[in-house]
């Protein structure tokens, strides 16, 4: 793959949307049965926003019930559009300068699909990059330790650090990761009450890890095949730090020209 190629290319498609008079809740139990971390809003025909998990998120920690909000009565993510003909580089470019996590492929009449955080992961994966992992490793990825913590100690350290998860640990021995797209089965298996429960007592799943050492197009592969937008970075069997979608395209540039 070249970073040259077209967007159109690489895009997810089609694009799935719901309405904007709907539910908060409906869209959040329809984006969990589908796997998504995003939704294009629709009002008539046109789109005119897009509901991620951190708008979600943010309604949580205010301690708002999504069950009684609107789509129509949040903030959005501002729809961004490129042409189907826009260099992968150039869209990830526009995605940094716009400060968000998706850009349309198309125009508001007519839309290809969409370029996600999540594509970025296996643009990374197969372009393989010269950069060092620890060029863009954060050692301050937040990590919370498993006996004191609740899933609301989570989602709070995912909107105030600006991570898509945080690393669990149980006395400096990591035990897995906990990203949005956990927090989204937890809502929707458990309503609000889910957010109170402590992590000791829910299975934590391992998520993705790997060495320092590896090449980052293999971090992004691992992550890429488990589906996970964080992993956790081990150097000399030592939990040092993590890296996540939104920081793969944050450093997009750096990482492709080294």
């Given at each position: ?83 189907k003909?826009?260099p ?20 508001p ?71 949005m ?44 095949n ?33």
């Amino acid at each position: 793959m070249s970073i040259n190629e077209s967007i159109y290319e690489i895009a997810s498609k089609p694009l799935i949307s719901i309405d904007i008079n709907e539910y908060v809740s409906n869209a959040v139990n329809f984006m969990y049965e589908r796997g998504l971390r995003r939704l294009a809003v629709k009002q008539g025909d046109q789109i005119v926003g897009i509901f991620n998990l951190t708008s979600l998120l943010k309604i949580l920690l205010e301690g708002s019930n999504p069950s009684n909000l609107t789509l129509s009565s949040i903030e959005l993510e501002s729809p961004i559009y490129v042409t189907k003909t826009t260099p992968i580089k150039e869209a990830i470019d526009i995605m940094n300068q716009k400060d968000v996590t998706s850009v349309l492929v198309g125009d508001p009449e007519r839309i290809y699909g969409i370029l996600t955080t999540h594509d970025i992961i296996y643009i990374i994966s197969s372009i393989h990059p010269e950069i060092g992992v620890q060029d863009i490793l954060d050692k301050e990825y937040p990590v919370i330790e498993i006996n004191d913590s609740k899933m609301i100690d989570a989602v709070d350290n995912i909107i105030n650090k600006h991570k898509s998860g945080v690393l669990v640990v149980n006395k400096n021995n990591y035990v897995g990761t906990i990203t949005m797209r956990d927090i989204i089965k937890i809502y929707s298996d458990m309503g609000l009450e889910g957010l109170e429960v402590n992590l000791v007592d829910i299975p934590i799943d391992e998520g993705a890890y790997g060495s320092i050492g590896l090449p980052l197009s293999d971090l992004a592969s691992i992550m890429y095949n488990k589906g996970s937008d964080v992993i956790a970075i081990f150097c000399s069997h030592k939990l040092c730090g993590g890296i996540d979608d939104l920081m793969l395209t944050r450093y997009f540039k750096k990482i492709i020209e080294g």
